[in-house]
């Protein structure tokens, strides 16, 4: 029976990437197998969740932020938020450190190049697994499980800080959004 629907939903999209990068933290702890793309999507998605968050909040905090989003870079917004909300951060150490790193990583994935880098260093590795270890391009060093783990805690925290210095609440995580809607038959 045909029906029509009406109404209107809000997508949290942040809290979506969030648990996107959660769940791909799972898959990469659970196998060895796949690895390490669930490494890369992990991180990739705390990146996301950064920047899907930097935008929902400028949205709530500025009337003019769909001007400034795209003139803006995505450290440009996390500053201006600190600055504007009287947060201090210091890039050289976690979890600020941690925002430039995976900003880094993303744009990196985002714009991949073939390389061919000369390596010479010296490394741990267990002669019966030879196979066992990473060298080459800097994101698959970087697209490691500590990196992963510390890029989903470190995102958290910085989300959370920026939520709570707004007085949006202690919990920005707690909804993906929802909606309200009619329906009607035809």
């Known amino acids: 029976m045909p029906t029509i629907v009406r109404g209107s939903a809000e997508t949290v999209s942040f809290a979506y990437m969030n648990i ?9 702890e659970k196998t060895e197998e796949g ?14 969740t950064l ?6 909040l400028g949205a709530i905090k500025y009337d003019d932020w769909i001007k400034k989003e795209r003139r803006l870079s995505k450290l440009k917004k996390y500053k201006k938020f600190c600055q504007d909300l009287n947060v201090s ?3 050289n150490v976690r979890p ?12 990196t994935m985002a714009h ?18 030879v196979n066992h270890f990473t060298a080459g391009a800097e994101w698959k060093e970087y697209a490691t499980l500590a990196n992963a783990k510390k890029a989903l805690h470190d995102v958290q925290e910085l989300i959370k800080e920026l939520h709570q210095a707004e007085n949006l ?4 995580f707690n909804s993906t959004g929802g909606g309200l809607f009619a329906i009607s038959r035809t």
Not at 20 to 28: R, V
Not at 35 to 48: G, M, P, R, V
Not at 169 to 172: E, I
């Open 51 to 56: 920047e899907a968050y930097f935008n929902h």
């Open 89 to 91: 951060c210091d890039f």
């Open 112 to 129: 991949g190049k073939t390389s061919v880098i000369e390596i010479e260093k010296e490394m741990e590795v267990e002669l019966d697994e």
């Open 96 to 107: 600020y450190l941690t925002l430039t790193e995976i900003f880094h990583f993303r744009d």
């Open 35 to 48: 690895q390490l793309y669930n490494l890369i999507s992990c991180i990739t998605f705390c990146a996301f």
């Open 169 to 172: 609440g202690n919990d920005p």
């Open 20 to 28: 996107g990068a959660t769940h791909m933290l799972d898959l990469a």
